[in-house]
């Protein structure tokens, strides 16, 4: 869209979600610009009164004012219009500050309004959606976009505001006298054209910032989640390279973008005084209009000029500031779009038992690459299924596919005969425990991350979680015990305690099914055992799907499922699978080369075999 059409659907936003509110500001401004422009044309009156030569006679303001008093029975004296001109000027500005008052909660409410808008359209936007976008972009949107762009309401309001305001200073020169205010209107317009020469193309200047603002926030926010590789690999110099020439582009953008209202502020001033000087010198020397009226029109256009100057200025910084707005929408737009279904036509309730998962035919692909090729599987309930394969199988895919995180392009996914397609996926994805391989904790107590999406868990369903999960003994030689906070994504935790809270977290609430994906390829060998010793445990509890590249993580599987190139190559239990001399064998073979029976102790891969 362009800039015009942003424009008019900002402005439909506004009034569509606060008709009433945008309607009581506009009659403000017009009320406080009406006021003010009463409050000066008593300055004519006033002057009369006081004997300054013809400020009465030759302009009909003063004796209109006079006679409007006189119909109510009072005296048009000196003390009457000065004490009128100040109620006048009090009621004014008391309209002014009302409407400003609802202007800047305007304002703040569109703030909190795009960000929970934008907030609400990630939360139900597809996974892939943010796998193709930069969530620190997203972030900079959502933080600090939205603020800039609820600054448009602010900006509307004063320039509609200055705009009344100079038609009313306009309208009561004109009245005094039309042939001044004529030719000091002609220097005006040349001010307002020369203005629009020295600052051009703010909008243009203004989407340049926030795209380098984006990139910066977007490469920083990345570097910063990344700063112990950062520091250990000595790698200052690459950050540098990277964000240096950035910052250096933000230097420049900011720096014309923080010049534009600057020069268009002095120009403004220059051209005004030469304009002001110039007319007043044709309107008393050629036009021969006596000095008290040219004096009143000149203390008006005084007024007015500087005011001409505000609006161009808040006009650039409403341009300016469309960009952001566009950001906003269309960040908003891209999101909604990739919504995915939350609830089908025929959704259906999903209960938290151990299920039977089955796979028929199905086929997931990424922007026409295929990542799954016809899988067939059976995932018997309160068994331990694992996946194994190589890297770039599609065993990640697999588990998104359970989590309904990537659509499926064929086959379906049975849940104790029921089609996964046509389910509340978020009910089903309550259903299920999910621990990654590197397990996100946030910078908060462990009861609050373990009972993350449950808030209302009690303590004692969180302390079984933790039992279950081998982490509760622990928990409680900590001083503050489930109340210690963990730290940025868990840092105060080791490796093996931040993936124990993973799974406590996956099996509170009583899931019916729980998945890891390579949840322990990041441990040492006597963490991993412990944990999948743990894990080995809830057999017949719960339905346990296991993605593992590491093959010591499976041999206590029910059941292995090799994956390849996308394909499922073999199936079986570990001991079938190694008699059969296949992908799996090979793969144990690889992966045990190295290790033999020594000193009387049994091999890693007799362990396997047996």
């Known amino acids: 869209m362009t800039a015009g059409q942003y424009t008019k659907r900002f402005v439909r936003e506004v009034i569509s979600t606060a008709p009433a509110r945008s309607v009581f500001v506009i009659a403000m401004l017009a009320s406080s610009s009406f006021f003010e422009g009463i409050a000066l044309a008593m300055l004519f009156p006033l002057l009369a009164m006081v004997g300054f030569s013809g400020a009465g006679e030759l302009n009909d303001i003063a004796v209109r004012i006079s006679n409007f008093i006189g119909q109510w029975g009072i005296a048009a004296n000196i003390y009457v219009i000065a004490a009128l001109l100040v109620l006048t000027t009090v009621f004014q500005h008391l309209l002014f500050s009302a409407q400003a008052w609802i202007a800047a909660g305007l304002q703040s409410e569109f703030t909190v309004r795009w960000r929970q808008a934008l907030t ?79 600052v051009r193309h703010p909008a243009r200047l203004s989407a340049r910032q926030s795209e380098f603002y984006a990139r910066y926030s977007g490469k920083s926010s990345e570097i910063m989640g990344g700063m112990k590789l950062v520091r250990a690999s000595g790698g200052d110099a690459a950050v540098r390279r990277v964000l240096w020439p950035l910052i250096e582009e933000l230097r420049k953008v900011d720096r014309k973008i923080i010049m534009s209202p600057v020069i268009l502020r002095a120009s403004f001033e220059i051209s005004s005084v030469v304009a002001l000087m110039g007319a007043l010198v044709v ?230 099914v729980l998945i890891l994906d390579e949840a322990t390829s990041a441990l040492d060998s006597e963490t991993e055992a412990a944990i999948m010793r743990d894990i080995e445990s809830l057999r017949r509890q719960i339905t346990i799907v296991v993605i593992a590249h590491r093959l010591s993580t499976v041999r206590g599987a029910d059941k292995i499922v090799v994956l390849d190139a996308g394909h499922v190559v073999e199936q079986g239990s570990p001991q079938e699978l190694m008699r059969a001399d296949g992908v799996y064998a090979r793969l144990v073979n690889m992966q045990f080369l190295d290790l033999n029976v020594s000193d009387g102790k049994q091999s890693a891969l007799s362990g396997l075999t047996d």
């Open 120 to 198: 609400n359209a990630l939360l139900r936007s597809e996974w892939l959606y943010f796998t193709r976008n930069k969530t620190g972009e997203l972030s900079h949107v959502v933080n600090v976009e939205t603020n800039r762009a609820a600054h448009l309401i602010t900006y509307g309001c004063q320039v509609l505001s200055l705009g009344l305001t100079a038609l009313v200073y306009f309208l009561v020169a004109l009245l005094a006298s039309w042939k001044v205010t004529l030719i000091l209107m002609l220097g005006g317009a040349a001010i307002v054209a020369l203005g629009q020469l020295l």
């Open 283 to 512: 309107a008393i020397r050629i036009l021969g209009s006596d000095g008290a009226t040219v004096l009143l029109i000149a203390a008006l256009f005084m007024r007015l000029y500087p005011r001409i100057s505000t609006i161009q200025q808040y006009v650039h910084q409403f341009r300016v500031s469309i960009p952001q707005y566009a950001a906003v929408v269309d960040a908003l737009d891209a999101a909604e779009a990739a919504a995915e279904i939350q609830v089908a036509p025929a959704g259906l309730e999903r209960k938290l038992v151990p299920p039977n998962l089955i796979l028929r035919d199905v086929c997931v692909s990424y922007d026409d690459r295929p990542a799954l090729h016809s899988v067939t599987l059976k995932i018997p309930a309160r068994n331990i299924v694992a996946v194994v394969g190589p890297s770039g199988a599609g065993k990640s895919t697999l588990v998104d596919a359970l989590l309904r995180l990537v659509p499926i392009s064929s086959g379906k996914i049975m849940v104790d005969g029921a089609d996964l397609q046509a389910m509340d996926v978020v009910s089903w994805r309550r259903s299920v425990g999910y621990v990654p391989q590197d397990t996100f904790l946030f910078n908060a107590t462990i009861a609050e991350n373990i009972s993350f999406g449950q808030s209302d868990a009690a303590i004692d369903d969180i302390r079984e979680a933790a039992r279950k999960a081998q982490i509760s003994n622990f928990i409680e030689t900590l001083p503050l015990g489930y109340n210690t906070i963990v730290g940025d994504r868990g840092v105060l935790l080791s490796g093996g305690q931040r993936q124990r809270v993973g799974l406590a977290r996956a099996l509170l609430g009583g899931k019916g």
